[in-house]
């Protein structure tokens, strides 16, 4: 089952082929990274076959069996992270093509998306702590440099407010992985799950306590959450996208559903920590939305909101939960990548992203405000839409568990996001200005925002309905799975 | 010629360099047997060369190595790597040792090892060197809301 580990293989070979013989040639660099995230998403849609046929695969590097080898496994629940991820990225290529123009060394940022991509990837497919780890810090170093790449004070300033709280988030996800190493002596998950049997609980408590605020931090839930906003509204938009959409997902969301739901099933607790904070972040990142004068800006607070809904869901618990889980995250990561692709359709234009300064865009750049206003249609939850289903799941979930305020907190907040979408709309799209003239962005960074917002308008349609039985399968993952049934076979 | 250190640690580095760098090299190929190995070997090799840059000065190094020579050599070494982990797809896993075994504690005999810790320790020491030459290098001066990088001191104004 050797196409387990090709995206990991693709990217690599991309970042390094390209900073070998291409970094001189912006074009050639460009096209080369999105052929090779093509290949990576063939890879994945043909791997798709084996991992719902045998429930799950797991992959022994070097042959080495399970305590000695480095183990991967891909089973439903990484495959549908595997398949967003790989799906969104050659789109986001796709757009940095016309993009990245006015940088300088543009063929960098090719060996730095690879870099994050393959590191991405490697997330999903580890089943050993340390090489979870290896690969985070893989990704999330690419990550501190992509946030400085235009080199404006600003930007350094974010990024390397990001570095620091990021390495601090490593470090305690790292601190966490010693202390199993040195209570258990073996790093990988299978393993591990199967020791930690015989251990007493109140020894494990020290390390999901390190585990869970390690991975909010890079989820960027509430008392973690104060790097994101500058951070991500002040990368390169395409940068922003795969952040926003995808990488604090990978990085943080996987991960903190792994560890309570598969690794740490002993503490139920965890999941009322995990729904607080899911629900304080939603509430705050939603009215701290409503007060900014920059697009981007809104839009990274609004990610806050909305990874609260994945975790609150997370955190409910039960079928409905984990479903609307899944089905918040695959609808909020394009949705999200779609927002911030258009943002920088904008900045390309206009050379800003100040609410003030953007007006009548509706006339200008009909095709940018079509996909805008898909894209934030979805996430404040209008029906047609993709976000709708996934909220109206969490919000059915909320009212089985017995959470009546809480389903009442999720409608709210989801007015409040329509709220603030509204005024993007009204002050940016749909006003009248007729001073400048400006025209609509080239192929291609319309085609890439077209083909995502196509995705969203439809998914809750017509590709739901027939998906389902993959998502069930995921969601049966999350329910039933033990990593230590592997080693019971 | 005031450039660099005193003589006497010019000429002392000057005959030290040919030892740290055949250490460093036997390091790196007798990683799988004794302890160090790619990574600890390199380490060893940059170190020399950032020896000689504090002795003589960065242009002098830079002649036995240069920034084009080092960024060509640390991507070598990672393409290397990559593909030492590619040849077990010959043996049908990623990784997989296909490589014969040889005499137990000849160098020859880790398979793919050897081959491993070679690409880590040409990674290793040039991005190291790349690392230090250009801290050395770049003069950083904020100026009107903008970074920019300087070469040479006299540029800085």
């Known amino acids: 089952m050797n196409l387990i580990i090709s995206p990991v293989i693709l990217y690599l070979l991309s970042a390094f082929l390209i900073a070998l013989l291409w970094k001189e040639y912006e074009k050639l660099s460009g096209i080369a990274c999105l052929s090779f995230s093509i290949l990576s998403l063939i890879s994945v849609i043909l791997l798709g076959k084996y991992v719902f046929l045998n429930e799950r695969i797991v992959y022994y590097v070097g042959g080495w069996e399970i305590p000695i080898g480095i183990t991967l496994m891909v089973d439903a629940l990484s495959y549908i992270f595997l398949f967003v991820l790989n799906f969104i990225l050659p789109l986001i290529c796709w757009f940095s093509l016309s993009y990245m123009e006015k940088y300088t060394k543009a063929g960098y940022f090719y060996v730095l998306f690879s870099l994050i991509s393959a590191g991405l990837n490697g997330i999903l497919i580890s089943m050993d702590f340390f090489n979870i780890y290896v690969f985070l810090e893989i990704s999330s170093i690419a990550s501190y440099i992509l946030v400085a790449f235009g080199l404006r004070t600003e930007e350094l300033e974010a990024s390397l407010k990001y570095t620091i709280l990021g390495f601090i988030g490593s470090t305690i996800i790292l601190i966490a992985i010693g202390l199993i190493f040195g209570k258990t002596g073996t790093l990988n998950i299978a393993d591990f799950t199967y020791i930690a049997k015989n251990i007493n609980e109140i020894q494990l408590w020290f390390i999901i306590g390190f585990f869970i605020s390690g991975f909010a931090l890079k989820t960027a839930l509430f008392p973690f959450h104060f790097w994101l906003p500058d951070a991500h509204s002040l990368a390169p938009s395409p940068v922003s996208a795969i952040l926003s959409g995808l990488f604090i997902k990978v990085t943080g969301f996987y991960l903190l559903l792994r560890i309570i739901t598969n690794i740490f099933t002993m503490f139920p607790e965890s999941k009322i920590i995990i729904l607080g904070l899911g629900l304080i972040s939603m509430i705050f990142g939603s009215l701290m939305a409503l007060d900014q004068t920059d697009i981007k800006r809104t839009y990274a607070y609004s990610s806050i909101s909305q990874i609260g809904y994945c975790a609150l869901a997370l955190g409910i618990g039960g079928y409905y939960g984990y479903l609307g889980a899944i089905l918040h995250f695959i609808f909020h990561s394009f949705s999200k990548s779609l927002l911030f692709l258009n943002s920088g359709a904008i900045e390309y234009r206009y050379k800003t992203t100040k609410i003030d300064e953007l007006k009548g865009l509706q006339d200008k750049m009909p095709y940018t405000t079509m996909t805008a206003s898909s894209g934030m249609l979805s996430i404040s939850g209008v029906p047609p839409f993709g976000c709708f289903w996934s909220k109206i799941i969490i919000i059915i979930s909320a009212i089985k568990a017995h959470y009546f305020g809480i389903a009442f907190i999720c409608v709210v907040v989801s007015i409040i996001t329509l709220g603030y979408f509204l005024k993007l709309q009204r002050n940016i799209f749909y006003s009248k200005d007729e001073f400048k003239t400006i025209n609509e962005v080239n192929y291609n960074l319309l085609m890439p925002m077209i083909i995502l917002s196509i995705l969203i308008s439809l998914s809750g349609l017509i590709f739901l309905p027939n998906l389902k039985i993959y998502i069930d399968k995921a969601v049966n993952v999350m329910e039933n799975f033990k990593y230590a049934q592997i080693m019971e076979k | ?157």
């Open chain 2, 1 to 157: 010629m005031n450039k660099g250190m005193s003589e006497i640690v010019k000429t002392i580095s000057k005959i030290v360099t040919p030892f740290v760098i055949i250490f460093g090299i036997s390091v790196i190929f007798y990683g799988h047997l004794t302890p160090g190995g790619g990574f600890p070997g390199g380490v060893i090799i940059s170190a020399c060369f950032v020896l000689l840059l504090l002795a003589y000065g960065k242009e002098k190094v830079l002649l036995k190595l240069s920034l084009y020579k080092s960024d060509i050599l640390h991507n070598l070494g990672a393409i290397m790597f990559l593909s030492v982990a590619l040849i077990g797809f010959l043996g049908g896993v990623f990784f997989l040792n296909i490589f014969d075994k040889g005499k137990l504690f000849s160098l020859w005999s880790g398979g793919n090892l050897l081959f491993s810790n070679i690409s880590i320790g040409l990674k290793v020491g040039t991005s190291l060197f790349l690392g230090i030459v250009l801290l050395s290098m770049a003069r950083v001066v904020y100026k009107e809301n903008k970074i920019e990088f300087f070469e040479k001191e006299e540029d800085i104004k």
